[in-house]
């Protein structure tokens, strides 16, 4: 029987081979192999069986450590198990692999392959991770496309069963996991097969039994420890054969012939490229292309890297060649070469008869930078000079120790008969997933081959997807993008204006344009650029109004069912008709579990494309009348932003030269002000009549675009006209003026300030303070007013005014703004509070997550500063070591701050007697206090400027440390909750003065989803897809054991007052502090307009007490813990189906998602019931 | 124990008395409709599936679902795929199965919507899930001024073709009390196919919170006083229309039943009287009625069912205007009401 063909990404093949043949899998996300996990634990979910008829035990751990921990203890005990991760997961569970392949286990572990987090993170593709575990002794196998992740995965696990030796099946990050491909789907017949069953009971022969017991993983003494190690030899031996032999056993199995090195091209080739991973299929197509030109080039392509077969590798290479590259997808800083360089070097060495080859060696595609044909030649031609360059670098542009070879871009060796399609849309558009179907219905309906890959944007909010579509007769083998599409799909009028997104089209070229404009008129309103390569390079340009036909069918914004459409209708990939048809089975397989509704508007859209869609007739001599694109940044912006952030703004990045770089990962703070991003379509406008200046808008702004001001009235002598003002309503601020601005520019448009708004239009009470309204019209004013508004004077830190409320904060200067968050971010407002109530003086310590994306993510970042200069210094170092990372921060403030008091008062005489005890007795108990620190601080400089003395030059360098700051660790409840808790326990124990801000999503928000140990009880989430069933853990109850720690629970929606007297009296604390907040995500389900309504219900219904325990009253002898909100008001359920998360699980399984509610109302009872004890009330 | 007998036949459906669990929040579980029968429940009427619930939960659950998807790199998705989902319709479909499957006795199930179009072919999924028969609750809000009464009751006879051509068992239509010609607006949907008239559904109507300057969703449950407006129609209409007529709204005692029975009702429903006093009070109910029957030396429901309709009386105009002005002069206010009325 023929194997089904399947359209799939490459985690779901690794994904379906892993679970089919596995009875234990522990899981843990991280990108990019999250989705193996997810896959696994939805099967498991849904009762899929594996091939012996059990449905494999899928259980996630708190970090991949735990996971490599768990799989060891389950081999060790006879289970057949697994496990998926990427990049510093796989660091984690080195550890555990050392020991799994010292006991000669079998297991296969699959890898997607990204870079190691260095100067800056990367979730990307390379071989960083894999390459620093390459002596744990394991087994490496590398699949270089999707087909062959899914034959891999079963090669690896029958030749780990026998060689005893534990494999890791190696494939590319995202450009190997994530694309999808038309591939064969081995049954589970081929896997019964292969695996040789007699070798599964051998292994559970070797397991741990007290039936037979024996003991294994003892301590081991110079005598032994040597002769034991060495003991493993013949396994290692033994495997490349193994290896061999299973392969060719799956070679007789499904037709697929594979080696250990695999050598294509001209048999009697003298320049040979060597190389893993996904490059292989680039350079296998070069090597045909160049060879079919005339060339005599070859290529090795590495399958089993580790153990490396020396013999193998030299059998496989042609007698002819002369010169070697080696390839390496990895950068080893400091080394002779990078990793497979240095095994082909010393293979060649040890094993070639004859004059050795030439052999140098190359980094490409780090954090999947592009690889193509152009690159592959450009080694080829390197490879061909008498001199070529070792230790060569391919793909960028290094002017500062020239390593890179030079390459021509235009080279192109696609052939005409694939369709290349490129699809610019956004996120919230659906482009990406309309065009996954397209990519099923052309695979599996067709006998064509298809391709599709998708790219990213930094941003969470507003963000842009190019998606990559290759449809053709022949097996597709390129990862690499489209650079010469000949359909181009601008799902967004605004593109145009903003990217070069014309410059792929190739000459005749298909361009559909999503289009407000029809087809007499849009000419006028494409800027010059388009209009420019669509004459020059004679584009067909069609249109459509495909917002209107959305609104028409009642599909929001959702116009990607419409744009699929048009792209079949004018591609002529399928007959029209045919298509449509084909477009609503996959709308109907796609949706239709999600109910017939919107099955029924989706093909309501469909059936109202066509008659909507036009051809554009563009004479050869159209004039040209649009303008030149706009800046990127303004003219204003830093020299830095102007030159690198700019170019990376506009999607150029891949051109900046290694010079334009930081060398050690520093970047200016405060950059995202100069990328205005215009992503709202409608904005919040203030209304000074209704407007009671609460601030509740200020405080609630996920991204900081509202600010008030109050300031002198002459200083609306220069305002630009339309710029609003109030009068002050303090009663300490008399005369003043007071401003609400927004920054339309900068704004999501998210909505949460309407519904935070309390003031309403007293003779149209739906009109509020704060109303939405289209943002295009308003651009320019209130870019205008902006800018005046930007300039007026900050209110002083230090005045008459006490910061204890919303109502006064709203005029402290936020220093985190314009994050990439998504709109109606439940995170961010409380870091806005965070770096307005002590931004200039804290040092941040941010956890991987979120909150390090939005923070930290390039090409601009959040973090700002005042006009002093100061603000938040922000550093990510990992997911889990993010407590103990501050905690470091904090030693240095204590040990320095202790060494400049030493020097303050070795050097008492020279300073003056006044200024040593003012500076050493002061009181930075409050801003004024801080701020007359300051200013003595400074006087301190003055002096020791002028003093020549050691101590004065080192008191110089730590004078700063005299002046108080705190320690903010920064994370989500992943890292608190789970990876980190280790870190984060220790550190609360220390009792040192550290701040830990816990922002509760309640899931891994940033890996999409996945369950924590903060997820409640009775929620879906990813790895708790039958809904979680242990209540989440009580994090501040456990921290409050300690009894000198300051806990606090909030929820600014519920009481953002009780949030500030939170957050002050933590950051007053001399000791540990730990704030747990309720933050409300996109994950959740929730109509993020209203998340702070939510988080309102969260704590009325008791599901989230606010509670504050401060160690300090006890020491007065009063309770310290005091409960901040009341009994609760109404039952879980009413707060809980509000939710995607609890309403999806009762809406596919109700009995256990009713039976589940029940058990989480008692949880909340009973925790309450505890609370209310514990703050003496009487229940 | 005596032989009255108080079945009666209802659309086709034989019942042992007729007091049946009106439509909401008691009859959209599973366990609950359970719990009705135990309680001696003749029959229920299913909570209603509305026309907005038909569109909107599957829109809405995709809204979630796709919300933020395909975006950003590391997360594709938000929520793991539980496969199919009971949105809707289908959930509802489920409880008809269940009900059937897990009680003995009819389900009626109730539809509830306004407009023409899809929604109406829920009607046949809901016969072949198994309802014995349907009410039909359609609850219109004319606030076009462009609309006129005409067109408002062509509405209603429309939703009730559409619906009687997608189903062969009996339809129930519930209306609300405010159509210029009742008894004419009755007698075109009993000819349009109605199998009965439900009178009358209690409409929604919010409340203003002037602190918050907002509109609030507002129920109160019924008291026996709304008895009286269902009470005239059901008097009025019996042995005019040609369907059967049950009685909704202000049924709490047990003489409330009796006198939706004399006024000529089929049945009487009733919600919230078991919300306040629990399922049992059905069978508490039944044994008052008996008793009352058996002093009253009435032998079946069937006997008294229309006994006193405005046809039946022997002053018919009781029911008309003439009863109008009798009614204003005899009131006088309430002594408290006075004492209130002075102090200010």
Not at chain 1, 192 to 205: C, G, P, Y
Not at chain 1, 318 to 336: F, H, N, T
Not at chain 1, 488 to 513: K, P
Not at chain 1, 638 to 663: C, H, N, R, Y
Request: negative net charge.
């Amino acid at each position: 029987m023929p194997r089904e063909l399947v359209t799939i990404e490459g985690n779901e093949a690794a994904a379906y081979v892993a679970y089919k043949t596995s009875e234990i899998i522990a899981i843990y996300p991280i990108t990019p192999s999250s989705p193996m996990a997810e896959f696994c634990d939805q099967w498991s979910a849904q009762g899929v069986k594996n091939i012996w008829g059990t449905v494999p035990l899928v259980q996630e751990m708190q970090s991949e450590g735990g996971a490599a921990g768990a799989i060891h203890g389950a081999l060790q005990s006879g289970s057949l198990a697994t496990t998926f991760t990427s990049s510093q997961g796989l660091l984690l569970m080195i550890p555990n692999m050392f020991k799994i392949a010292g006991e000669l286990t079998s297991t296969v572990f699959h890898i997607a392959a990204r870079s190691i987090a260095a100067q800056g993170l990367s979730i990307f593709g390379d071989h960083s991770d894999v390459m620093a575990a390459r002596s744990t002794g394991w087994a490496m196998l590398f699949a270089s496309s999707v087909q062959e992740v899914m034959d891999f995965a079963l090669i690896a696990l029958a030749s780990t069963l026998e060689a005893r030796v534990p494999f890791l099946h190696v494939f590319d990050g995202f450009r190997t996991s994530h694309e999808i491909q038309k591939i064969e789907r081995l049954s589970e017949d081929d896997m019964r097969t292969m695996i040789r069953e007699e070798l599964v009971w051998a292994h559970r022969s070797r397991a741990l039994s007290p039936d037979r017991p024996f003991i294994r993983g003892t301590a081991q003494n110079p005598d032994v420890y040597f002769q034991a190690r060495e003991t493993v030899n013949p396994f290692y031996l033994a495997t490349p054969a193994i290896v061999q032999n299973v392969m060719i056993r799956f070679a007789e199995l499904t037709g697929r012939k594979y080696g250990l090195f695999e050598y294509v091209g001209a048999p009697d080739a003298e320049r040979v490229i060597v190389s893993m991973g996904s490059s292989c299929d680039t350079i296998e197509e070069t090597v045909n292309w160049l060879n079919a030109h005339g060339e005599r080039v070859g290529a090795i392509k590495v399958r089993l890297y580790r153990p490396f077969s020396a013999e193998h590798l030299v059998q496989a290479l042609p007698k002819s060649v002369r010169s070697i590259a080696v390839l390496d997808r990895c950068k080893e800083p400091g080394s002779a070469g990078e990793p497979l360089y240095l095994d082909v070097v010393s293979a060649l060495a040890e094993q070639w008869e004859g004059a050795l080859p030439r052999v140098i060696g190359g980094r490409y595609g780090l954090s999947s930078k592009e690889f193509t044909p152009a690159m592959v030649k450009a080694v080829f031609d390197e490879l061909g000079k008498p001199r070529p360059k070792n230790h060569f670098t391919v793909g960028i542009y290094d002017d500062v120790t020239f390593t890179s070879l030079d390459y021509d871009p235009a080279f192109d060796i696609e052939p005409k008969n694939t369709v290349r399609a490129v699809f610019w849309g956004l996120g919230a558009d659906g482009t990406v997933g309309a065009n996954k179907n397209s990519i099923k219905i052309i695979g599996e309906e067709t006998d064509n081959y298809a391709q599709g890959y998708f790219v990213y944007d930094s941003k969470k909010s507003g963000a842009r997807t190019v998606s990559h579509l290759r449809f053709g007769p022949e097996p597709i083998r390129r990862p690499y993008l489209i650079s010469k599409a000949n359909f181009i799909g601008i799902h967004q009028f605004g593109f145009l204006e903003r990217y070069d997104v014309l410059a792929q089209a190739e000459e005749g070229a298909t361009i559909l344009l999503n289009s407000p404009y029809g087809p007499e008129s849009v000419w006028d309103h494409l800027p010059r650029p388009a209009q420019e390569q669509i004459l020059a390079k004679k584009l067909k340009l069609y249109v459509i109004d495909a917002y209107k036909v959305a609104a028409e069918a009642e599909m929001g914004n959702r116009i990607n069912t419409i744009m699929q459409t048009c792209f079949f209708a004018i591609s002529g990939v399928l007959p029209r008709e045919e298509a449509i048809a084909k477009i609503k089975e996959a709308i109907r397989k796609t949706y239709g579990k999600r109910g017939e509704a919107v099955v029924r508007k989706n093909f309501e859209a469909v059936d109202a494309t066509l008659s909507h869609l036009y051809e554009v007739p563009i004479p050869a001599d159209a004039p040209i009348t649009g303008s030149p694109l706009p800046p990127v940044v303004p003219p204003e912006a830093p020299e830095f932003v102007q030159k690198v952030s700019a170019t990376m703004i506009a999607g150029k990045g891949d051109l900046l030269p290694v010079s334009a770089l930081p060398v050690d990962g520093t970047y200016p703070s405060g950059t995202t002000q100069w990328e205005r991003r215009n992503i709202a379509l409608e904005v919040p406008v203030w209304d000074p009549n209704i407007c009671i200046q609460c601030g509740k808008c200020v405080f609630v702004c996920p991204h900081a675009v509202i600010r008030a001001k109050v300031y002198e009235p002459s200083a609306l002598a220069h305002a630009p006209q339309g710029f609003k003002s109030a009068e002050a309503r303090w009663k300490e601020l008399a005369g003043l003026k007071y401003t609400l601005q927004v920054s339309v520019e900068d704004c999501t448009g998210c909505a949460l300030c309407v519904e935070a708004c309390p003031a309403k239009d007293k003779t149209q009470a739906g009109r509020r303070a704060i109303n939405m309204e289209p943002q295009l019209p308003l651009r320019e004013q209130e870019a205008e007013n902006w800018a005046f508004f930007k300039q007026l004077p900050e209110y002083p830190r230090v005045n008459h005014l006490v910061f204890n409320n919303v109502k006064n904060v709203q005029l402290l200067e936020p220093l985190f703004e314009f994050s990439g968050a998504c709109a109606g971010c439940g995170e961010t407002p409380y870091l806005s509070l965070l770096t307005r109530l002590f931004g200039d003086r804290i040092y941040v310590a941010n956890a991987t997550g979120c909150s390090s994306i939005y923070g930290g993510n390039l090409p601009t970042t959040p973090w700002s500063f005042n006009r002093e200069g100061r603000g938040p210094a922000w550093s990510n170092s990992l997911f889990e070591d993010n407590a103990e990372f501050g905690f470091g921060m904090r030693l240095t403030l204590d040990k320095q701050n202790e060494q400049a008091r030493e020097l303050v008062t070795a050097l008492r005489e020279q300073i003056g007697e006044a200024l040593c005890d003012a500076i050493l007795n002061a009181d930075q108990s409050t801003e004024a206090g801080i701020q007359a620190q300051r200013a003595r601080v400074a006087e301190l400089k003055a002096k020791l400027q002028m003093l020549d003395k050691p101590e004065a030059k080192r008191l110089l360098a730590l004078a700063d440390m005299l002046v108080r700051k705190s320690v903010w660790v920064v994370g989500g409840d992943g890292w608190a909750y789970d990876i980190g808790y280790g870190g984060l326990d220790h550190v609360l124990a220390s009792g040192r003065n550290i701040k830990l801000l816990v922002l509760d999503t309640e899931v891994y928000s940033n890996t999409g989803g996945q369950a924590s140990k903060a997820t409640p009880l009775g929620a879906a989430a990813k790895f708790a897809a039958s809904g979680k069933h242990q209540p989440k853990k009580d994090l501040g109850l456990m921290a409050i054991t300690y009894s000198n720690v300051y806990v606090a629970q909030v929820a600014m929606g519920a009481n953002d007052a009780q949030t500030i007297k939170a957050f002050r009296e933590a950051e007053a604390y001399d000791g540990p502090a730990l704030i747990i907040a309720y933050a409300h995500c996109i994950a959740h389900g929730i109509d993020m307009a209203k998340g702070m309504n939510q988080q309102k219900l969260a704590v009325e219904s008791g599901y989230w007490p606010l509670y504050r325990y401060n160690p300090v009253l006890a020491k007065e002898g009063k309770n310290p813990f005091q409960l901040d909100s009341s009994a609760p008001k109404i039952p879980l359920r009413d707060y809980a189906y509000n939710e995607t998360r609890y309403r999806m699980l009762a809406q596919s399984n109700p009995e256990e998602a009713e039976a589940l509610m029940k058990i989480a109302q008692e949880v909340v009872n009973a925790r309450w019931r505890q609370y209310a004890a514990l703050a003496g009330l009487k229940n | 124990m005596s032989d009255i007998d108080l079945s009666t036949n209802y659309m086709g459906l034989q019942l042992a008395h007729p007091i049946v669990p009106s439509a909401g929040p008691l009859t959209h579980r599973l366990d609950r409709i359970k719990r009705l029968e135990d309680a001696g429940a003749p029959a229920v009427i299913l909570a209603s599936l509305f026309e907005e619930q038909i569109e909107q939960e599957s829109l809405i659950l995709d809204h979630y679902l796709s919300y933020g998807t395909e975006t950003f790199a590391e997360a594709l998705s938000y929520f793991p795929d539980l496969g199919r989902y009971s949105v809707g319709p289908e959930e509802y479909l489920e409880l008809i199965c269940a009900a059937k499957e897990q009680t003995s006795i009819p389900i009626i199930a109730s539809l509830n919507g306004v407009s023409g179009g899809g929604w109406t072919e829920y009607a046949a999924k809901i016969e072949q899930a198994g309802a014995d028969a349907l009410e039909l609750n359609i609850y219109y809000i004319a606030t076009d001024p462009n609309i006129t009464s005409a067109q408002v009751e062509q509405r209603y006879l429309d939703v009730l073709t559409q619906v009687k051509h997608n189903v062969h068992i009996p339809v129930a239509v519930k209306i609300g009390p405010f159509f210029s010609a009742m008894s004419n607006m009755a007698r075109r949907l009993c000819d349009a196919g109605a199998n009965a008239l439900v009178l009358f559904n209690r409409f929604y109507q919010p409340d203003l919170d002037i602190e918050a300057l907002e509109v609030v969703p507002h129920l109160v449950l019924s008291n026996s006083d709304e008895l009286r407006l269902p009470l005239r129609w059901v008097a009025i209409l019996y042995g005019r229309v040609k369907c059967a007529l049950a009685l909704s709204t202000g049924v709490h005692t047990r003489d409330d039943v009796l006198k939706g029975i004399m006024a000529g009702a089929t049945i009487v429903t009733l919600t919230s009287e078991l919300l306040l006093h629990g399922a049992g009070r059905i069978n508490q109910l039944v044994r008052e009625i008996r008793e009352w029957m058996e002093q009253h030396e009435y032998i079946s429901v069937a006997q008294m069912r229309g006994s006193l309709s405005q046809r039946a009386v022997a002053n018919p105009d009781a029911f008309e205007r003439a009863n109008y002005m009798k009614v204003l002069q005899s009131w006088r206010p309430e002594p408290s009401a006075l004492v209130s009325k002075l102090r200010r």
